[in-house]
């Protein structure tokens, strides 16, 4: 069983830099995909990012599309999400996923199989 690590969340001013960490303990290439989601007070979890490992494709949600960023080092079996022009909205609870099957739609909250225990990101206006 996968075993996800998230770190790196903190608190940061408006436009300010953050990036996040998810450290696996295996080799999660086994897996059809690895994202980020973030849950803020009051609101359902929602998607952020996602790759690929079949073809590194990436999807991210319109919000942070060309401000965030996904990555990973197989090496350390950790994936990364840098996220930039950080905004009081992108305020939440950052969890990292990976998701086993082929099957599904990847921004897919119930098709995410392996959860980290989340990181705290607060953004300050």
């Known amino acids: 069983q996968v075993q996800l690590v998230d770190s790196g969340g903190g608190l940061v001013q408006t436009g300010g830099s953050l990036r996040l960490s998810c450290a696996a303990s295996e080799r999660t290439s086994s897996s059809y995909a690895m994202g980020w989601f973030r849950q803020a007070p009051g609101k359902e979890r929602e998607f952020v990012a996602a790759f690929r490992w079949s073809d590194g494709s990436t999807d991210y949600a319109d919000s942070v599309k060309g401000r965030f960023a996904i990555s990973r080092d197989d090496a350390k079996n950790t994936m990364f999400l840098q996220m930039n022009s950080l905004k009081p909205e992108d305020t939440a609870v950052y969890y990292c996923?990976?998701?086993?099957?082929?099957?599904?739609?990847?921004?897919?909250?119930?098709?995410?199989?392996?959860w980290g225990q989340g990181t705290q990101v607060t953004v300050s206006s």
């Open positions: 996923a990976a998701k086993v099957r082929r099957t599904g739609p990847i921004r897919g909250i119930a098709w995410y199989d392996y």
